[in-house]
């Protein structure tokens, strides 16, 4: 079948909840991948971090069938060899003492949620239905309920109210309205350490370790959600590194199951993680042994490859170059590693448009807000697929 014949396939027979460029993937490898047409396309996007690791990796293809022919699935009903040794690198890979696994984004951040809430209830000592969770403006966490309860997106929320209490909105890591929302009943910060979806949007220098101070200072968790940042993609391991912060909870998942499983996690110490009881929470699929085993191999990946540091490096370098391009479609390049945004003026229209422009030049990325257009290529990519790349971005927006 053709890209036509499949685009009209999925228009019959598929919910309307995305809106993709109409690029139809039979294959992938490493930072390229190819069409049911044949054409090939520089992938920029790389599942928004979760294929940190390029298409097909050779080590996470190996472990994956490998494990597949042994085990893939147990529940939590029983225990599996895969699950102890993740459990044990994961937490020292963080430094920290406990991990709670779980499958998507979304997931993991509803059990961080709620891990601060049992927290506060047994250990801070908050009455019963009062716990606060403090969140940021143009925050973006995942789809559940809950979640979007606490979104600033309104079309995120029209149409699926009603919606969960206990959320308080701050501008992001705005230090003053931090200590001003915090009460008594406050159980946690959640926070993205760099806006993904709400537009490559950084962190005020030094907000991240001033927050965090509060956050200490009024026995306030700090949760980190590192799911798009974290692994290596902003040029650090985490992206609360570059500010010398270690999260009280930490949230990652995209990057983490290789780019061929969903695999998520909560990571905490014993004080926090440690208020969970056998039956409170779960998931059938989460520690699953096949998802086990390709996040070791993530993680055995992203330090033995140096791929945090090739992040900060390549990026470093694209990034120079990109600020570079002139005219007057450029607003701002800005980023760390290899997590770019580019604001184009409002004159130049949405990115949207350049986004299929760029589609057509062989290069696949994506339009965050309006005005943005994200890069964010595999961390394995080549610094001569970074230079084709930038050519066909000064071309389309130079
Ligand atoms: N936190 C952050 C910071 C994210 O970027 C999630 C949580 C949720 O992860 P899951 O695995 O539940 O999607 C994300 C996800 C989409 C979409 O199609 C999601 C993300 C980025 C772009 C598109 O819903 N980020």
């Known amino acids: 079948m053709d890209t036509q014949k499949h685009n009209e396939m999925i228009d019959r027979y598929s919910a309307r909840n995305y809106a993709p460029l109409p690029v139809v993937?039979?294959?992938g490898q490493g930072a390229w991948v190819e069409d049911v047409d044949g054409r090939r396309y520089l992938d920029m996007l790389s599942a928004y971090s979760a294929l940190n690791f390029g298409h097909n990796h050779p080590r996470v293809l190996e472990v994956f069938i490998e494990q597949a022919r042994q085990l893939t699935l147990t529940s939590r009903a029983f225990q599996n060899d895969q699950f102890g040794p993740f459990c044990k690198e994961i937490t020292?890979?963080?430094?920290?003492?406990?991990?709670?696994?779980?499958?998507?984004?979304?997931?993991a951040v509803e059990t961080a949620i709620k891990t601060a809430r049992k927290w506060g209830y047994t250990i801070k000592g908050v009455e019963p239905d009062q716990a606060e969770i403090i969140c940021c403006d143009n925050n973006f966490h995942g789809r559940t309920v809950t979640i979007v309860t606490f979104s600033t997106d309104p079309q995120f929320r029209d149409g699926f109210g009603p919606f969960t209490p206990g959320f308080k909105i701050i501008p992001y890591l705005d230090p003053k309205a931090l200590e001003q929302a915090i009460t008594k009943n406050t159980v946690g910060l959640l926070v993205e350490p760099i806006q993904g979806e709400g537009g490559i949007v950084m962190p005020p220098p030094g907000s991240l370790k001033r927050c965090y101070d509060i956050c200490r200072s009024h026995n306030v968790l700090f949760m980190a959600d590192e799911i798009q940042t974290g692994l290596g993609r902003t040029g650090r391991v985490f992206a609360c590194d570059h500010e010398d912060v270690k999260p009280d909870v930490l949230i990652l998942g995209k990057a983490l199951g290789?780019?061929?499983m969903p695999v998520s996690a909560v990571l905490a110490s014993k004080d926090i993680l440690g208020v969970f009881n056998p039956g409170d929470?779960?998931?059938t699929f989460?520690?699953?042994?096949?998802?086990?085993?390709?996040?070791?191999?993530?993680l055995k990946i992203l330090t033995d490859e140096n791929l945090s540091q090739r992040a900060a490096e390549l990026g470093?370098?694209?990034?120079?170059?990109l600020?570079?391009?002139g005219g007057s479609?450029?607003?701002?390049?800005r980023g760390r590693g290899l997590l770019i945004g580019i604001e184009l003026h409002t004159q130049a229209g949405p990115a949207k448009t350049y986004c299929k422009t760029l589609k057509d030049e062989g290069m696949l990325c994506k339009d965050t807000v309006e005005q943005v257009l994200r890069l964010a290529p595999p961390l394995v990519i080549e610094p001569k697929d970074l230079d084709w790349a930038f050519e066909r971005v000064a071309k389309v927006l130079g």
């Not at 470093?316 to 170059?321: G, K, Q, S």
């Not at 479609?329 to 390049?333: G, P």
């Open 323 to 325: 600020r570079t391009i």
């Open 258 to 260: 290789g780019g061929v």
């Open 25 to 27: 993937i039979a294959k």
């Open 92 to 107: 020292e890979f963080c430094a920290m003492d406990l991990v709670l696994p779980m499958n998507t984004g979304a997931e």
């Open 286 to 298: 989460g520690g699953n042994p096949l998802g086990c085993a390709v996040a070791r191999t993530a």
């Open 329 to 333: 479609k450029i607003k701002e390049v």
């Open 281 to 283: 929470h779960g998931s």
């Open 316 to 321: 470093e370098a694209f990034m120079a170059r």
